[in-house]
Structures are given as structure tokens and as C-alpha cells.
């Protein structure tokens, strides 16, 4: 059974302060990894994909550890508005032939900036 | 944003109704996605449509029927669901692409919450 692991928190961060999150798979035929965000009472967004070599957008910063099956995504200088749960989120690509595959998503580490 | 719309947005029914929930994609993508949202769980994969076949369900009770008449809509069939089936039902798209390849990118829609007396 696939599984993705995440601690729910909720971690309690002050404005600017650097966060990170990490978030474990069990399956090693993985071959996709994202980090998305769900605001309250949303739909949940793509944040960022994830690359073997680590891949940095802005203040976020996505990096995977194949060997240890972990991904970890941190945030720098914590804005209010990166208040959200953030889904760490994996795929593999087991079809052949065309077809689509779906997302196999953790239950979410819930992030609270303070002011 | 109205890359895909699902509707309604809220539904409340009893055990013994059957209803049926919408979803249309307006970005151009050949996949499409029934995702369930529970408290305190994961998103769980439904049903997975490419190229408007079904190419996976993940062992989705048969009170859940899925139908996907062109690449732009998608639906949602319910008869005779349990409390248990309360949650946000999700939609989702995304392009596959040629060759086998298909983007990751999933665009969701807003969601279904759904509550079952």
C-alpha cells in the first residue's frame, strides 16, 4: 500500500522566522514529488515540484532524498499569508501505453504564522 | 479562477436519494479526477479518466458511479450513500501528453462538500 507520511502539527511560527517540513514514502517505485497548499475550506494548489537536485522558488526551498525516501520543503522569512496546510504528495508513473495516473497525497502539516 | 467548476458547491441528501455532482474543466486537458476529502485523512483517488475511458478506480463502492461523456465534463452518480460518505469531493485535471508522458500538475476544482443524514 502507498503511503505518504507527514506530522500534522500544527507548528506555531512567528512572521519571518524559516520553517521546514519533511514528509516520508513508502513506496520506492516513486517517481514524482510535489508539495501543494490547501488554504481553509479550499481546493488544494501546486506549490512546487520537487527535483532530485533540489529546486528553490522564491523563499521556498523543495529538496528529495531518494535513499532515504524524504522530502523536505522549507520556507524563509514567513509571511502571514503562508498560513495554510501543506500537502507533501507523491506519483509513479506505472501505466504503459497513455493513461493517467493519480496522486497518492499525505494528510497535510497545518502551518500557523503568527504576527 | 474558472479553470474547472464543480457543482453545486454544497449538497446535503439522505441515504435513500440519488443525486449527482458536476464538474467541468475549461483548460483544455485530456485526464480527469474524482478525488474524496475526508476530516482527518488524506485525499483518496476515486476514479482517474484519460482520453474520457476510466483508467483506474480504487476499489470505489459501486453507490459511487462515475461518467465522463467528453474531456471537458465529469460526473459524480450517488444512490443510496452511508454517513460515512460525508467529505469534500474533489475534481481535478490534468494534460497527458504524447507518447505516455503526461504533465504532474494537477488543477483541482473547488470541491463538493457533501453531508449524507
Given at each position: 500500500?502507498k503511503?505518504?507520511?507527514?506530522?500534522?502539527?500544527?507548528?506555531?511560527?512567528?512572521?519571518?522566522a524559516?520553517?521546514?517540513?519533511?514528509c516520508?514514502?513508502s513506496?520506492?517505485?516513486?517517481?514524482?514529488?510535489?508539495?501543494?497548499?490547501?488554504?481553509?475550506?479550499?481546493?488544494?494548489?501546486?506549490?512546487?515540484?520537487?527535483?532530485?537536485?533540489g529546486?528553490?522558488?522564491?523563499?521556498f526551498?523543495?529538496?528529495?532524498?531518494?535513499?532515504?525516501?524524504?522530502?523536505?520543503?522549507?520556507?524563509?522569512?514567513?509571511?502571514?499569508?503562508?498560513?495554510?496546510t501543506?500537502?507533501?504528495?507523491?506519483?509513479?508513473?506505472?501505466?504503459?501505453?497513455?493513461?493517467?495516473?493519480?496522486?497518492?497525497?499525505?494528510?497535510?502539516?497545518?502551518?500557523?504564522?503568527?504576527? | 479562477?474558472?479553470?474547472?467548476?464543480?457543482?453545486?458547491?454544497?449538497?446535503?441528501?439522505?441515504?435513500?436519494?440519488?443525486?449527482?455532482?458536476?464538474?467541468?474543466q475549461?483548460l483544455?486537458?485530456?485526464a480527469?479526477?474524482?478525488?474524496?476529502?475526508?476530516?482527518?485523512?488524506?485525499?483518496?483517488?476515486?476514479?482517474?479518466?484519460?482520453?474520457?475511458?476510466?483508467?483506474?478506480?480504487?476499489?470505489?463502492?459501486?453507490?459511487?458511479?462515475?461518467?465522463?461523456?467528453?474531456?471537458?465534463?465529469?460526473?459524480?452518480?450517488?444512490?443510496?450513500?452511508?454517513?460515512?460518505?460525508?467529505?469534500?469531493?474533489l475534481?481535478?485535471?490534468?494534460?497527458e501528453?504524447?507518447?505516455?508522458t503526461?504533465?504532474?500538475t494537477?488543477?483541482?476544482?473547488?470541491?463538493?462538500?457533501?453531508?449524507?443524514l
Open positions: 500500500r503511503e505518504v507520511e507527514q506530522d500534522p502539527g500544527p507548528f506555531n511560527v512567528p512572521e519571518g524559516t520553517v521546514a517540513f519533511n516520508t514514502y513506496n520506492s517505485a516513486s517517481q514524482s514529488f510535489f508539495w501543494y497548499r490547501q488554504d481553509c475550506r479550499k481546493e488544494p494548489k501546486l506549490l512546487m515540484s520537487v527535483y532530485s537536485s529546486n528553490e522558488d522564491g523563499r526551498t523543495a529538496q528529495l532524498n531518494r535513499a532515504s525516501q524524504y522530502i523536505s520543503l522549507l520556507i524563509r522569512d514567513s509571511k502571514l499569508s503562508d498560513s495554510a501543506y500537502l507533501c504528495v507523491v506519483t509513479e508513473h506505472t501505466y504503459s501505453g497513455g493513461g493517467a495516473d493519480g496522486l497518492t497525497f499525505g494528510k497535510g502539516t497545518h502551518l500557523i504564522i503568527q504576527p | 479562477e474558472t479553470g474547472v467548476t464543480q457543482t453545486p458547491r454544497h449538497l446535503v441528501m439522505g441515504m435513500t436519494n440519488k443525486k449527482s455532482l458536476k464538474c467541468e475549461h483544455g486537458h485530456n480527469m479526477y474524482w478525488y474524496k476529502q475526508s476530516a482527518k485523512k488524506p485525499l483518496e483517488l476515486m476514479f482517474v479518466y484519460s482520453l474520457e475511458e476510466r483508467v483506474e478506480n480504487n476499489s470505489v463502492p459501486s453507490r459511487f458511479s462515475p461518467e465522463c461523456p467528453n474531456s471537458s465534463h465529469l460526473f459524480l452518480h450517488l444512490h443510496t450513500l452511508q454517513p460515512e460518505d460525508s467529505a469534500l469531493y475534481c481535478a485535471s490534468s494534460q501528453l504524447a507518447g505516455g503526461f504533465t504532474d494537477q488543477y483541482f476544482g473547488p470541491g463538493t462538500r457533501l453531508t449524507v
